[in-house]
């Protein structure tokens, strides 16, 4: 809800697709900075607590931001700045979380379900929040969506503090944070499914999900629509995501999870291509369920296959990566999508992300078989793939039979 109801604040006071993205450019540049280092401390702190506190700070930005708009002050300034502190939260927020996710599971195998699970709650406030905001703000205005999610942090945060969890221990850290921060990357760039996964994420963080910038431009001067059809076109993209969510959970292994990334990743371009043609209502809602429905599905799937790939020691630095390309390059494509849509229009600024999205997809699908060479030890020693487990351990018995005989 307040996503959007902070683009549509931004479009009602500026009228600027620009600021639009100079708006997003502020809120998501933290996590291209500060989120590696958050990884690192991640990997040496007590990720419950970490969590607990970026939730309450989280909480207070957005009660701050309902006071200033209620009140009638607020100015594009201060929008920046808190947009800016958000950012920051956030940017130690997801790499901790995401790592924290696996302290509360106890069945490792059960974590890609954990994954797409917790993918589909959040797509779930992805579908009601929009709808609910576009009505707010036509009835209410802005201020109301800020406060709200101000208040949703109390449950929240009442929950994290109902957690019974092991006991923390701290590890004896032998490398300083910089060190840390560097033997992760170097793991990262030099395991080749890694290095793969995260580029392909950071081009479509790139040039396909910065959309939503955009989505305030087409609700009022492309469909000639208002708050509610922004919160409808938001919605259509919050219910794609929450079906591929949903059809990721139900899958019982990680295997193909390669395949349907580059799958999922042509999804969003062509979502966001089509969209860009369209102009009637029913068929861009359609192309928001296809663009939601890629995005997520992507985001998930490797989140999924990284989480069962990396290493446990390097688990937070590798999340933080994730996050970088996953967040932290949509600041840059926000602030580019601006700039091409402030020159060449909305439409044709979507068809670029578009076609860039699925270039990237192809490139990396053909060197799927060359990963799968790679990743495929693992899921072997891991139990993921016990058909080939057993199949080797049959063909050293035939081996050794025929030598006995022999």
């Not at 950012?87 to 995401?98: H, I, K, Y």
């Not at 802005?142 to 957690?163: D, K, Q, T």
């Given at each position: ?74 100015l ?23 790592s ?39 009835e ?46 170097r ?89 860009a ?24 799937s ?54 860039s ?22 899921y ?27």
């Open positions: 809800m307040q996503r959007i109801a902070l683009g549509w604040l931004v479009y009602r006071l500026t009228n600027s697709a620009f600021l639009l993205g100079i708006v997003g450019f502020v809120g998501q540049l933290p996590t291209f900075l500060v989120t590696p280092f958050a990884g690192v401390f991640a990997d040496r702190l007590n990720r419950h607590k970490m969590v607990i506190i970026t939730q309450v700070v989280a909480m207070l930005q957005a009660l701050m931001l309902a006071a200033l708009v209620l009140n009638g002050h607020i594009i300034w201060q929008v920046l700045v808190l947009s800016a502190v958000l950012g920051l939260v956030n940017s130690v927020d997801m790499p901790t979380r995401q924290f996710m696996i302290e509360m599971i106890d069945n490792r195998e059960d974590l890609g379900n954990a994954i797409a699970m917790n993918s589909s709650m959040v797509n779930v406030a992805r579908l009601l929040g929009p709808s609910l905001a576009g009505l707010l703000i036509a209410v205005g802005e201020g109301i969506c800020f406060l709200l999610n101000g208040l949703s942090y109390i449950p929240v945060i009442i929950a994290l503090f109902l957690m019974r969890l092991p006991q923390f221990q701290a590890k004896i850290q032998k490398l300083n944070p910089w060190q840390d921060l560097v033997a992760g990357f793991y990262a760039y030099s395991f080749p499914p890694v290095r793969a996964i995260l580029m392909l994420l950071g081009l479509a963080s790139l040039m396909g999900m910065p959309y939503t910038v955009l989505m305030p431009v087409f609700a009022k001067s492309i469909l000639k629509g208002g708050p509610n059809t922004l919160g409808f076109l938001m919605a259509a993209a919050g219910m794609g995501a929450l079906v591929g969510a949903l059809l990721l959970a139900t899958r019982r292994s990680v295997v193909g999870l390669g395949r349907w990334i580059a799958m999922s990743t042509i999804f969003l371009g062509t979502g966001l291509i089509t969209f043609f369209s102009r009637t209502m029913p068929l861009s809602l359609f192309f928001m369920f296809l663009t939601g429905f890629g995005m997520i599905s992507m985001m998930a490797g989140n999924t296959v990284l989480q069962t790939i990396v290493e446990d020691d390097k688990r937070g630095r590798v999340m933080s990566f994730y996050t970088v390309a996953m967040m932290g390059m949509t600041p840059f494509g926000s602030l580019l999508f601006g700039y091409i849509a402030g020159h060449a229009g909305a439409s044709i600024t979507l068809i670029i992300g578009g076609v999205c699925i270039i990237g997809a192809l490139i990396f699908y053909s060197h799927l078989p060359a990963l799968r060479v790679v990743v495929r030890p693992i072997v020693k891991m139990g993921i793939i016990p058909e080939i487990a057993d199949g080797l351990q049959r063909a050293n018995e035939i081996n050794q039979y025929n030598r006995t005989v022999s």
